[in-house]
């Protein structure tokens, strides 16, 4: 797998969320047209399958979630679980941003899928990075080039303690949770996390970063560890 393709990274991090409907991720959005190269595993009983009530319900948290209006989203691209017969380990992390899903690999052929949000146009890249650092509900910092690119964006940031930027909150653009991709010791300035528009997902709207509706961010965090690491598939790749 070659090494993270930067290209287009200093066009900055996604901003969807704020009420001015801002630039990098501005809802350019591409549907995904075709399902994953993994086929979902045979459902088991409903009384052993979650419902996306229970998945996508309200959640408690520093801040509360709301709960997620699912008939507003592709059920493909709902948490579940799929078969996986891929060579990466379990504890990886492999993101097919052809098909919009981000698959947990699990023990005994086994995956957790997730649908995602990724880059539009111009902001693709592939390869393999590491999760540097976790953060709930984080700050947001775009990148000087974003804001000079977008000056209406001033007024929704103030200093922070390493820089301008938005607090951590119900309308930050980076959600409940980010996991931090790093490559040789650098950031990468791509993250995984939440989002405050779950309408979003299975499209491409990003400036590169992942995207997931905050249920699947909180619950993809407490499955990983500082050091997993996230494999990027490009244009072609096969999951399996």
């Known amino acids: 797998m070659s090494d993270v393709n930067r290209r287009s990274f200093l066009a900055g991090l996604p901003i969807a969320g704020l009420a001015l409907g801002l630039g990098a991720c501005s809802q350019t959005s591409t549907s995904?047209?075709?399902?994953?190269?993994?086929?979902?595993?045979t459902p088991a009983p409903l009384a052993a399958m979650p419902s996306n009530a229970s998945m996508?319900?309200?959640?408690?948290?520093?801040?509360p979630i709301a709960a997620v209006d699912t008939s507003n989203i592709n059920p493909v691209f709902l948490r579940r679980e799929v078969?996986?017969?891929?060579?990466?380990?379990?504890?990886?992390i492999v993101i097919d941003p052809s098909a919009h899903f981000l698959y947990y690999i699990m023990p005994g052929g086994r995956a957790m899928r997730y649908g995602v949000g990724v880059g539009k146009e111009g902001f693709a890249w592939s390869g393999s990075a590491t999760i540097n650092s976790k953060q709930e509900w984080p700050d947001w910092y775009p990148p000087k080039e974003m804001i000079a690119r977008r000056p209406d964006?001033?007024?929704?940031?103030?200093?922070?303690?390493?820089g301008i930027g938005m607090h951590g909150g119900p309308g930050n653009p980076l959600g409940a949770r980010a996991m931090y991709l790093w490559q040789n010791n650098k950031d990468t300035l791509y993250r995984i996390h939440g989002t405050v528009e779950p309408n979003t997902i299975g499209t491409n709207v990003s400036s590169g970063c992942i995207r997931m509706i905050n249920q699947?961010?909180?619950?993809?965090?407490?499955?990983?560890?500082v050091g997993t690491k996230v494999v990027v598939l490009g244009s072609g790749a096969k999951t399996s």
């Open 56 to 63: 996508y319900g309200p959640v408690q948290d520093r801040f």
């Open 216 to 225: 699947d961010a909180i619950d993809l965090y407490s499955r990983v560890a």
């Open 32 to 41: 995904a047209n075709r399902t994953s190269l993994m086929e979902p595993i």
């Open 153 to 162: 964006i001033k007024s929704q940031l103030t200093q922070l303690q390493s």
């Open 83 to 92: 078969d996986y017969s891929g060579r990466e380990a379990p504890g990886t």
